[in-house]
């Protein structure tokens, strides 16, 4: 058994290594990204556009051995489009339907900038996010396993967009912001790119190896007062702050738990810690905080307010 | 085996943090308490540089004693528990193994073992790390150490305050001594059965006890050595008419022996009682009283009143003659003149009466006798002769009246204060009354009119 924990904890950290070659920089969004893909959760990632973040996923999808599919979010694009559809098909009995699997059905599914699908197409994402199942006419199909989507989004340019609703956002279990990188990172990147050649992208660990690290992960114990402490935080952002619309739902709460214990695998750890869950709070909660009109007229950013709640709960515990 | 050894010292790591962050909370509150306890004991002590209060350096020290027991119940219930010693662990770097591996020392499975061997091998490597200061901030130390330092200044000032109090302590002390002597003869006779007794008997006994009932309420209002003394020589007259009393009643009561015990039993400690006074008064007499002594003796010579003069030689006799002679002064001022004024039947305001005595007195150990004039307001009753049945007296043979003082009440033997002085003082406040606008417009001219027609 300790093998197997410090085995799993290698083999992520080797992953990460791997994925880093690729992609320069970035390295909480990296070790975020593949938090959420441990424990199978969606990742919503909004950035400028260029910061990698289709290359992102599609490493992950090489490093990790799992099926990839694109799907380029367009305002005609229609919920079939996504989820496949039934066609008449000709065979020897005569004519039938057959269901012909749309994009979903991969193991990563990148959104590339879902909000600019209609609300329509981007409901069309719901039932596969949470219940990893896709309805067809009459007929589920289950989508293979593990499963999670990575939608991309743009933060300018939102004329002719679609927001994504907060019941979808909250099916998403990270928020991941990605920012420019830094001069030698920009430096890294164009010579790697340009002038060396990009390097070969290995896969390093297979499906059944990720089935069994996220079993693994289950098996992290969380003490009390970490998981007291995690609530509290949770519980925070639905007292009375005049920078915060909404609170974060029970949601929230699971995703914080579920990827601190994955967390704490990564560093080599058996517990789950604090520092855990304040680092997995920030990404679990960005999105589900929703902001007062104050907090938007100050400048205040999700990231601010959860900084603070984080502070206020270390005090109290 | 080896599980639980690694769970032993798991716990045993925790315990021993447990206990040092226990003593430093106990210190931490003790502290707190013990100056929150100073601070209020400063407060006494500063009151008691202004004000007399004996027991200030008392309660400067239950304040502090109150401070450790608050303080150590305090602490009780902020005991820190194991999980609050695994937690104060874990914030030196550990990130939560300890309170994990805490919280999982029940468990045995695969993943609980590994937990805490990780952390076992943690605590190995940083169990150095982990620091309990036991003391206080400097800045609690520096404040608690000022406060010990202001207080024990205060309590050591001496005062004016301080020294009276102490007086007033002593005061009381007496008091409540001699109020315990007099519980103690009231309590034998009420003992004595009152149904036993003749109505008069019983009147008298009911009288005794009141008697001594007011000497209680006399010592607890007696604020000054000199109102001790007074209360002391009426006492000391009232345990001598009690025995008196007591004994004659045990006399006519032979024939019921068991009630003519009892009252011998109280006679004889109402004497007892009074020779304790009498040895007291002694005492008091050698000490400081000898220089009244003489004065008594003075007023033996002027004494008027033979009744009161063998009083006062009784008192000379045991010592109390400093006071006694004092009496002998008050004779000094006039019975004659009371018997005198009686004869005119004028005893209620007597200051212009005057009259001769044969009296003798045997004050300050010094038998007086003489003869005097004096102007006087006592109430003088004739014999007989007055209009007022409630006076009774009874005549000598020159004519003139006997009195004699009433010593069982409250009021015995006050401050003699002349009509004039007193008429004089009320009208001084009436007029300043008048000149501050006490009273309602309009009356003032009927109150000067008042205070006029006394002097007309």
Redesign the interface.
Known sequence: MDNEFKTAADKISACEAEIRKSIIGQKDIVRQTILAVLTGGNVLLEGMPGLGKTRLVATIGKVLDLSFKRIQFTPDLMPSDVTGTNIIVKNESGNSFKFEPGPIFANLVLADEINRATPKTQSALLEAMQEHTVTVGNESYAVSEPFMVLATQNPIENEGTYPLPEAQLDRFMFKILLDYPTREELKTIVNLTEIEGEKEINKIIDIMELIKIKELIKEIPVADAVMDYAIDLIMKTHEKNPYVKLGASPRAAQAVIKTARARALMEGRYNVSFEDINYCAYPALRHRIILSFDAMSEGITEDMVIKSLIEETKKNA | MEKQKSKVALLKFISGIRARLNLKVYIEYIMFSVGAGLFAGLIIEIYALIRPLYYAHLYLVLCIASGVVAGTVIYFFHRKSM?QAA?YI?SFGF???V??????SDRED???V??RN??LDFIENKKDSVKVRLLPEVKKIIVFSVLLVITAVCALIPSKARDEAVLQHEIAEIAEEKQEEIDEIIEELEEIDIAELSPEQADELDKIKEAFEASKTEYSQASSYEALAQADNKLEYKYSEATIALNEMAEQTKSNSELSSQLSAAAESASNNQNGQNNQGSQQGQNSQNGQNNQSGQSGENGQNSGQSGQNGQNGQSGQSGQNGENGQNGQNGENGQGAQGGNGQGQSGENGSGESGGSSMGGDQAGTGSGTNTHDYVSIPQNEGNDDNLTGQGNSDGNSTSYKENNGLAWEGEHVSYESVIGSYTNQAYEGIQSGKYPTGMENVIKEYFQSFGD
């Open positions: 999980k937690l874990d990130n939560e193994r309170i994990t591996a805490y919280e999982m695969c993943t609980a590994l937990q990780d952390t």
